[in-house]
């Protein structure tokens, strides 16, 4: 069965950086796209960025030229760099594959105080 475990956040001012990782199991990892979602407290889940298999990318307006997607096919893993965070950027971070969902992992936690 498909897996998916997120790591990496945690708490940090505004300005700095995070990396999240999510390491994915029991799928055909490097043929899929696979995105980076949030979900705030009291909001919908949003999409952040996606990467396809072959490497191209997109962004939610509000992330763009901060974070940056990537992929690693040989340990079926997909990264999201966070830098210049903001205190909007709080929420649960979650990874899966789009723009179908095989079941979500635990998500990681990234606060960003002002």
């Known amino acids: 069965q498909v897996q998916l475990a997120e790591s990496g956040g945690g708490l940090v001012q505004a300005g700095g950086s995070l990396r999240l990782s999510c390491a994915a199991s029991g799928m055909i990892f490097r043929i899929k796209t696979m995105a980076w979602y949030r979900q705030a407290p009291g909001k919908q889940r949003e999409l952040v960025a996606s990467i396809s298999s072959a490497g191209s990318t997109t962004y939610a307006d509000s992330v763009k030229l901060r974070f940056t997607i990537s992929r690693d096919n040989a340990v079926n893993t997909v990264y999201l760099q966070m830098n210049s965070l903001k205190p909007e950027d709080t929420a649960v971070y979650s990874c899966?594959?789009?723009?179908?969902?095989?079941?979500w992992g635990q998500g990681t936690q990234v606060t960003v105080s002002s």
């Open positions: 899966n594959s789009f723009p179908n969902w095989a079941p």
